[in-house]
């Protein structure tokens, strides 16, 4: 790897996560219901780096947890 973990997250946008999400889980389908009902006001994307195996972690987390 030869950007550090602080430049890669520096430069994270959604295009980019979910070409390397698609690029190492293979195809995913996602119903229409789940783009539709998708709010974002009460939850947001958390990203963990752990510099063990350089790797990131994403999930959904609810703000204010």
Not at 34 to 62: P, R
């Given at each position: 790897?030869?950007?550090t973990?602080?430049?890669?997250?520096?430069?994270?946008?959604?295009?980019?996560?979910?070409?390397?999400?698609?690029?190492?889980?293979?195809?995913?389908?996602?119903p229409?219901?789940?783009?539709l009902?998708?709010?974002?006001?009460?939850?947001?994307?958390?990203?963990?780096?752990?510099?063990?195996?350089?790797?990131?972690t994403f999930?959904?987390k609810?703000?204010?947890?």
């Amino acid at each position: 790897m030869t950007d550090t973990a602080e430049e890669v997250l520096a430069e994270l946008n959604v295009a980019r996560i979910l070409v390397a999400v698609v690029e190492n889980s293979g195809e995913i389908t996602v119903p229409v219901n789940s783009f539709l009902s998708a709010v974002n006001e009460d939850k947001e994307l958390q990203v963990d780096y752990n510099k063990d195996d350089q790797t990131f972690t994403f999930k959904i987390k609810v703000k204010g947890n």
